[in-house]
Nanobody, 121 residues
Framework: QVQLVESGGGLVQPGGSLRLTCAAS????????MGWYRQAPGKQRELVAA???????DYADSVKGRFTISRDNAKNTVYLQMNSLRPEDTAVYSC???????????????WGQGTQVTVSS
């Protein structure tokens, strides 16, 4: 199986920056798209940013120009650099990966446990 572990969340003032990291481990055959989702209290989970194994990226309109997603395929790790943070960015951020375990034929979606990001003065 594949496990995802996030780190880097915390409390930051408006206008500040945070960098989230998600590392995949376990019996990994291949990883295709990796992404970050977030869910604020009382709201549905939404896609923040995603990146394919080839480096193609996609962003939610609300974070374009402020957030940057990147990945290190050799380390099976994806990053989310968040700049110019706003109070409305406050949410639990979760990592997602479309991966195929070693020796398996099917692809699956895996989730991390989530990390809290709070933007407040």
């Amino acid at each position: 199986q594949v496990q995802l572990v996030e780190s880097g969340g915390g409390l930051v003032q408006p206008g500040g920056s945070l960098r989230l990291t998600c590392a995949a481990s376990g019996s990994i055959g291949s990883i295709n798209t990796m992404g970050w989702y977030r869910q604020a209290p009382g709201k549905q989970r939404e896609l923040v940013a995603a990146i394919t194994s080839g480096g193609t990226t996609d962003y939610a309109d609300s974070v374009k120009g402020r957030f940057t997603i990147s990945r290190d395929n050799a380390k099976n790790t994806v990053y989310l650099q968040m700049n110019s943070l706003r109070p409305e960015d406050t949410a639990v951020y979760s990592c997602n990966a479309n991966a195929r375990p070693l020796g398996a034929l099917r692809w699956h979606y895996y989730w991390g446990q989530g990390t809290q990001v709070t933007v407040s003065s």
